[in-house]
């Protein structure tokens, strides 16, 4: 899997000013599906996650003018799992000694976040998720619509690039062609994020 | 000599990395799509040259919805009408009011844009997927939505015919007036068709609450959708 970067430092920044809607914006955009579906895993159930991601949100509202960032001091997204595993925990301790899993989730309630558990590293997958499915939507804005069909049938559908091209009309050179543009674009888009921390 | 290994004397990475940093003329680019076509060996090239390791298989892992993307749209639909239920103003909850900020500023642009720079008003169509196609239980539908379209615009599948018409609406799509869309639908009926629906206010309670409602079932009748304007219709998909 590829390494996916730390938050823009730029946009942190951002955040601290609380009028800033653009960078709030992309804030909620990132982080609140990504703590939403940690939950289910965590196996709350649904509404219980929702209200969970939305705390979180309004946790780092009120902190983040706290946070600066320093070599010596946790990264930002490491201070932002130490708020969500502290809210995973408030969740736990809520909860009836006798909850109900919620449906589909791979921890139990019982399971309680730890320095070390699998939930931090789930965390990070969930936020590559979120950051991919960003730079997915910016690209499939700048490219033709039948170049993202392309890539989308044969990356996403599983469809092999003959399947793609009977269902497209084109031959496999071009469904070729457009895939491997949309991969590169996709990767040139994470990896300018990924600069503009510096 | 074969038409593969003629291909091949047109086998050339430099042209393949110029294909993709998108410095190729169209007369080039048409001409390395050809070869590609006929050259097995060249399209290996192709997708190694393209494919950072990890990036195709985080493509499919990330990329492809789920249950709980579908839980999370449902809770922002639900989130939605309580909201326009309770009266509750926007500042009530911050993300709702930045997103609405955002939302607003991001049409402004978009709209000064299309203004200054003369570029036309899309229309409102589907793109993909096409009339009569055969698509996958989970297909990813595309179009664009025209800045005047009237009220809001949801993208549905419809089943039935004239007059006896059932609605399901899939995506909401009013923020992408005057822009491109591109939407994942899951859809498992054999035969259906794929509609831009637009509905005044009224309406778009009403399938706001039908989506929160876990009971559904089968579709919103034509006759409950008030004012309700089909802006694009792709007729006769049928699911593989």
């Known amino acids: 899997m590829v390494e996916f970067p730390e938050t823009r430092l730029s946009l942190v920044a951002r955040l601290k000013n609380v009028s800033d809607h653009d960078a709030w914006g992309q804030f909620s955009e990132l982080y609140v599906p990504a703590i939403f579906r940690l939950s289910r895993r965590f196996g709350l159930q649904s509404h219980d996650a929702d209200d969970l991601a939305q705390g979180v949100f309004v946790s780092v509202a009120k902190s983040v003018k706290n946070w600066v960032p320093d070599p010596k001091r946790p990264k930002f997204r490491a201070w932002l799992w130490t708020i969500i595993r502290n809210a995973l925990l408030n969740a736990i301790d809520r909860a009836p000694p006798d909850a109900a899993r919620g449906g589909g989730s791979d921890m139990g309630l019982s399971e309680r976040p730890t320095d070390e558990d699998p939930l931090a590293e789930q965390f990070e997958i969930e936020y590559r998720r979120q950051m991919f499915r960003r730079a997915a939507a910016e690209v499939a804005g700048k490219v033709e619509v039948v170049t993202w069909r392309a890539f989308w049938l044969t990356a996403v559908d599983g469809k092999s690039s003959q399947e793609a091209a009977e269902i497209l009309g084109i031959n496999i050179g071009s469904v070729h062609t457009a895939r491997s543009r949309v991969i590169r674009r996709l990767h040139d888009c994470v990896q300018e994020w990924e600069r503009e921390e510096l | 000599?074969?038409?593969?290994?003629?291909?091949?004397?047109?086998?050339?990475?430099?042209?393949?990395?110029?294909?993709?940093?998108?410095?190729?003329?169209?007369?080039?680019?048409?001409?390395?799509?050809?070869?590609?076509?006929?050259?097995?060996?060249?399209?290996?090239?192709?997708?190694?040259?393209?494919?950072?390791?990890?990036?195709?298989?985080?493509?499919?892992?990330?990329?492809?919805s789920d249950d709980w993307d579908h839980e999370w749209e449902r809770l922002?639909?639900?989130?939605?009408?309580?909201?326009?239920?309770?009266?509750?103003?926007?500042?009530?909850?911050?993300?709702?009011?930045?997103?609405?900020?955002?939302?607003?500023?991001?049409?402004?642009?978009?709209?000064?844009?299309?203004?200054?720079?003369?570029?036309?008003?899309?229309?409102?169509?589907?793109?993909?997927?096409?009339?009569?196609?055969?698509?996958?239980?989970?297909?990813?539908a595309t179009g664009s939505l025209a800045s005047d379209a009237p009220g809001h615009v949801w993208l549905a599948v419809k089943h039935g015919k004239s007059n006896d018409e059932l609605y399901w609406p899939?995506?909401?799509?009013?923020?992408?007036?005057?822009?491109?869309?591109?939407?994942?639908?899951?859809?498992?009926?054999?035969?259906?068709?794929?509609?831009l629906l637009a509905v005044p206010d009224d309406g778009h309670?009403?399938?706001?609450?039908?989506?929160?409602?876990?009971?559904?079932?089968?579709?919103?009748?034509?006759?409950?959708?008030a004012g309700a304007k089909e802006l694009a219709v792709i007729g006769d998909l049928k699911t593989e």
């Not at chain 2, 294909?19 to 399209?43: F, G, V, Y």
């Not at chain 2, 309670?205 to 959708?225: H, M, N, T, V």
């Open chain 2, 1 to 64: 000599m074969t038409p593969e290994s003629f291909s091949n004397h047109a086998c050339n990475e430099a042209r393949l990395e110029r294909m993709l940093e998108d410095t190729l003329a169209p007369a080039e680019l048409e001409d390395l799509q050809s070869h590609l076509n006929d050259c097995a060996t060249c399209r290996d090239m192709l997708d190694r040259m393209a494919v950072v390791p990890g990036v195709w298989d985080d493509a499919g892992l990330f990329l492809k």
């Open chain 2, 76 to 140: 922002g639909a639900s989130r939605a009408s309580s909201t326009a239920d309770s009266g509750e103003t926007p500042s009530a909850e911050p993300r709702r009011l930045i997103e609405a900020v955002v939302v607003s500023v991001l049409l402004l642009v978009l709209t000064l844009a299309g203004v200054l720079y003369g570029r036309p008003s899309l229309p409102s169509e589907i793109t993909a997927p096409s009339t009569s196609e055969t698509v996958s239980p989970q297909f990813q």
């Open chain 2, 170 to 195: 899939k995506h909401d799509l009013t923020e992408f007036k005057g822009r491109q869309w591109a939407k994942t639908v899951d859809e498992h009926s054999r035969g259906f068709h794929l509609v």
């Open chain 2, 205 to 225: 309670r009403d399938i706001e609450k039908w989506i929160a409602d876990p009971s559904r079932f089968p579709g919103l009748p034509r006759a409950q959708l």
